[in-house]
């Protein structure tokens, strides 16, 4: 079974500092993976998901960007963060989707709370 | 925007009691998904319904899905303390080679033990 991991778990930052979170998956490859964030007492908001190593697609415009290294590794940055970048960060992993047919569930990590000062 | 909007907000009921939680959504979709969120974790998933599925059953978990009204239902029978949670609909809509999640705000759940 897929495993994801995520760190940290939580993250206090200045306003202005730089961010990188990371997201690793075990126990599957070639996967869709995904960053989601949560703001307190709201849904999840994708921000940006990925089909392969270096292809990152943005769903909204903002002050984070996303990158694929290797194909079970993603990772979410800023180079200076706002105080509107606090919340609950989830990596989200499921399998590569290539038909209209396919229905599968998400995976999701155990998040990192960020905190931004 | 959000896809899915659930139904109630918050909900609080003793244990042994059923819940019964609503999704309504917007679009045309592929599949809906109901996950639980323990506080301050990560979601998991527990059921999925296709778009051509009526109802569906999981253990204590029942899903229904009307498509001409575009919303679901999530009922959990006999419940329990650990039941208490935050639980969201999804709604899957597949465009090419890719697919998106839309996610509800969620309803939280308290089961008084």
């Known amino acids: 079974s897929q495993t994801i991991h995520q760190w940290p778990a939580t993250l206090v930052q200045p306003v202005g500092s730089p961010l990188s979170l990371e997201c690793t998956v075990e126990g599957t490859s070639n996967p869709n993976l995904y960053w989601y964030r949560q703001a307190a007492g709201r849904g999840l908001q994708l921000l940006f998901y990925?089909?392969?190593?270096?292809?990152i697609s943005s769903e909204v415009p903002q002050n984070l960007s996303a990158s694929r290294p290797q194909d079970r590794q993603f990772i979410l940055s800023s180079k200076k963060l706002l105080l509107s970048d606090s919340g609950f960060y989830l990596c989200?992993?499921?399998?590569?989707?290539?038909?209209?047919?396919?229905?599968?569930?998400?995976?999701f990590g155990n998040g990192t709370r960020l905190t931004v000062t | 925007s959000q896809q899915g909007e659930e139904d109630p907000q918050a909900l609080s009921i003793q244990e042994g009691e059923n819940a019964t939680m609503n999704c309504s959504y917007k679009t045309s979709i592929n599949n809906l998904q109901w996950y639980r969120q323990n506080s301050g974790r990560g979601l998991v998933h527990l059921i999925l319904?296709?778009?051509?599925?009526r109802e569906k059953h999981s253990g204590r978990l029942r899903v229904t899905l009307d498509t001409s009204k575009k919303s679901s239902s999530l009922l959990i029978t006999a419940s329990r303390a650990a039941d208490t949670a935050s639980y969201f609909c999804?709604?899957?809509?597949?465009?090419?080679?890719?697919?998106?999640?839309?996610f509800g705000k969620g309803i939280t759940l308290s089961v008084r033990p």
């Open positions: 999804a709604t899957a809509f597949y465009t090419g080679a890719n697919s998106k999640l839309t």
């Open positions: 989200a992993c499921g399998p590569r989707q290539g038909s209209a047919k396919d229905n599968s569930p998400l995976h």
């Open positions: 990925s089909v392969g190593i270096g292809q």
């Open positions: 319904i296709r778009s051509n599925e």
